[in-house]
Structure formats: C-alpha cells, structure tokens
Nanobody
C-alpha cells in the first residue's frame, strides 16, 4: 500500500514562493505517474499538474502554467511542487496523488489510486 505525505504549506503573501514536498512510502514512486491537485473551500478538487514516472514529461493546468513546476526524485521517493508568483486564488489544500496506470484523463481525481492528506497553502496580504 503506497502512502503519501505532503508538507511545505504555509501562509505567504502574493508574489511569494513555496515548495511543496510529497514523500512516499510502501512502494516505489518510479512506477507511478504523479500529480498535484488542490481544493479550495466549497469547490471541487482541481488538477494542478502531473509528471510522468520517468520525469521527462509534465502537464499543467492553464491557471498555473509558467508559475508552478513539478519535479521528482525517484531515488528519494519524493515529488515536489515549486510554486512561484503565488496569487490569492492559489489558496487551497494541496494534495499529491499517484497513478499506476497510463490515462489520458489525468485531470480527473478518480483516475488516481493513492492520495496524501494534503497541506494548506494560504496566499494573503
């Protein structure tokens, strides 16, 4: 059973940066495509970005493209989300998720088998 734990969230001002981390145990991340999602109060869980298991391809939501970057270190069983130029509408709980199977519908939460508990990111002046 793969277990994921997010960390690195906090309270920042608009324009600041944060790096979120996702640590995995119970399995090798090298066998999973990994994604970040976020969910603000009263909203559905929203796709943020995805990185393939080999780390060579990544995909981002339009709302974060050019500001956020996903990276991974399979040797350390870690995935990261570097967030720059943060905006108030980036405020949400951020989750990492793992997908053992290739899917073209990677923006949908139901296509991921394992989830972390989430870490809160608040962007406010």
């Amino acid at each position: 059973q793969l277990q994921l734990i997010e960390s690195g969230g906090g309270l920042v001002q608009p324009g600041d940066s944060l790096r979120l981390s996702c640590a995995a145990s119970g399995g090798a991340l090298s066998t999973y495509d990994m994604a970040w999602f976020r969910q603000a109060p009263g909203t559905k869980r929203e796709f943020v970005g995805r990185v393939m298991r080999n780390g060579e391809s990544s995909y981002y939501a339009d709302s974060v493209k050019g500001r956020f970057t996903i990276s991974r270190d399979n040797a350390k069983n870690m995935v990261y989300l570097q967030m720059n130029s943060l905006r108030p509408d980036d405020t949400a709980v951020y989750y990492c998720a793992a997908d053992a199977y290739y899917s073209g519908s990677y923006v949908y939460p139901n296509n991921y088998q394992y989830w972390g508990q989430g870490t809160q990111v608040t962007v406010s002046s």
